[in-house]
């Protein structure tokens, strides 16, 4: 070691795609584009591409080794996933909140023990997460959450309703914020727990959206049993969890795969599959498509660099969220366009992502909350009035009528 300190060795571009090509295919002309498991259901895919990929740590490079990822830098863990997009790596929706959420605040919050027994089969695909936020009256709320949870001895009893749950059914784990202590105010009576979802008395009824899928469930809880050994953070603590998942999900942590170009090419899939009806040679169409592309690009380096920069997102992530919600609806919409009359048909990929658009708004905290936070966290704003920030959270409507 130097008076500079250890020079780290990055890897270089094309050792990266020599890792990658026995793994993984490269995109070609046919690949189909998916994202945000938008009208599919296929698990496996995803499955393969993870075992293959956890032997190198590819699908979590940052992580550390022993869990299934490869210790990266961030600079080198943004090389990978710009070369990534060269490949055709599944839609990876199912597996993300594990990966892309659960993962990072297991490894911010939890114990030796949890990461010891969680992280790797999130990394393989072994284990798919989901996350109980959301309730009747606590969406953009969140701190409103009235799941209960009471301590008996060295468990805890789960009691209440989650709604709007993504991947559900698939999941074997749930990440479930709950009330520990309904006579604190409502940001610190909340504890973060780890329930497997086949649990006793945990009972998962899907609904259905409007793009046809059945993604997501509302979950009943009646008496659960969950040990203190899955108690993710320290008791009352259970908002700073919910905050360090809700920014990396506000990042992209849910988004994974699908997307992308071919190897060697400038033009995005999506910009290439929108073929049909003329409107690719139309002047007015492409510039469209090229302000959204060039919006598209911008935002992802963007994000590229706040990573690399922060190495944990923060609030900025919502300016991340609001970026690529404004791409994706643009991009269904121009790519429905492009299609014509065809693309009215429901199993186009255009019509999937333009009746799923809408959804981007809302999940994972709705575009005004983004700019609450951006407003009040980033640029320093006057905050909302929120007058039941010190109030006991059982004197809150949610909280009397419970
Ligand atoms: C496809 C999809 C998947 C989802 N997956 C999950 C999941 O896996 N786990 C989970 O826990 N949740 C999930 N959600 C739920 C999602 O996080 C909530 O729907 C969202 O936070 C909004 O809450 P709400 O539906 O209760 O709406 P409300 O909070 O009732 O909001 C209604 C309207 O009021 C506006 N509003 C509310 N408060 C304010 C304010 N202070 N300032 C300005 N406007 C405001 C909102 O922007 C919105 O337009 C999912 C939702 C969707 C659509």
């Known amino acids: ?122 990394a393989s695909g072994e284990e798919i997460w989901c996350q109980m936020f959301s309730e009747p009256e606590a969406g953009s709320d969140l701190a409103n959450v009235g799941l209960g949870a009471d301590a008996d001895g060295e468990e805890w009893i789960l009691s209440g309703q989650k709604v709007w749950t993504s991947r559900a059914m698939w999941a074997a784990w749930g990440i479930v914020l709950a009330r520990t202590d309904p006579e604190a105010p409502k940001h610190k009576g909340l504890t973060m727990f780890a329930i497997p979802m086949d649990a006793p008395g945990l009972e998962v009824r899907p609904l259905v959206q409007m793009n046809g899928d059945e993604h997501f469930s509302e979950v009943f809880m009646d008496e659960c049993r969950v040990p203190d050994s899955g108690r993710v953070g320290e008791v009352g603590e259970g908002w700073r969890v919910a905050m360090t998942i809700l920014a990396h999900e506000r990042a992209g942590g849910s988004r994974g795969g699908g997307e992308g170009k071919a190897k060697e090419s400038l033009v995005p899939r999506w910009l290439s599959d929108a073929v049909g009806d003329g409107h690719t040679a139309d002047p007015v169409w492409l510039e469209r498509a090229m302000e959204a592309h060039t919006f598209d690009q911008v935002a992802s380096w963007t994000s590229q660099r706040a990573a690399a920069a922060a190495g944990s997102p923060g609030p900025a992530g919502s300016g991340n969220k609001l970026r690529s919600v404004r791409t994706y609806k643009q991009r269904a919409w121009l790519t429905t366009e492009a299609q014509g009359p065809h693309g009215m048909l429901t199993d186009t990929h255009g019509h999937i992502e333009l009746m799923t658009a809408p959804s981007m708004s809302i999940r994972g905290g709705t575009d005004e909350i983004q700019r609450n936070i951006v407003g009040e966290r980033v640029l320093g704003l006057a905050g909302e009035p929120r007058l039941d920030r010190e109030v006991p959270w059982k004197n809150s409507r949610k909280g009397l009528i419970q």
């Not at 990055?10 to 890792?19: K, P, Q, S």
């Not at 995109?27 to 895919?45: H, I, Q």
């Not at 699908?59 to 055709?88: C, L, V």
């Open 1 to 122: 070691m130097g008076a500079f300190g250890r020079v780290r060795y990055v890897l270089t571009d094309d050792e990266i795609r020599t890792a990658l090509d026995p793994i993984i295919e490269c995109r070609t002309a046919d690949t189909k584009l998916t994202t945000m498991g938008a009208g599919s259901d296929a698990l496996e895919p995803g499955r393969r591409w993870l075992a293959a990929a956890v032997e190198g740590g590819w699908a979590k490079p940052t992580w550390p080794a022993r869990y299934g990822g490869r210790d990266a830098s961030a600079q080198e863990d943004a090389a990978i996933g710009r070369i990534m997009r060269e490949y055709a790596v599944p839609d990876l929706y199912a597996y993300m909140i594990g990966l892309g959420m659960v993962g990072p605040a297991l490894l911010a919050h939890g114990t030796d023990a949890q990461r010891d027994r969680w992280l790797r089969p999130i």
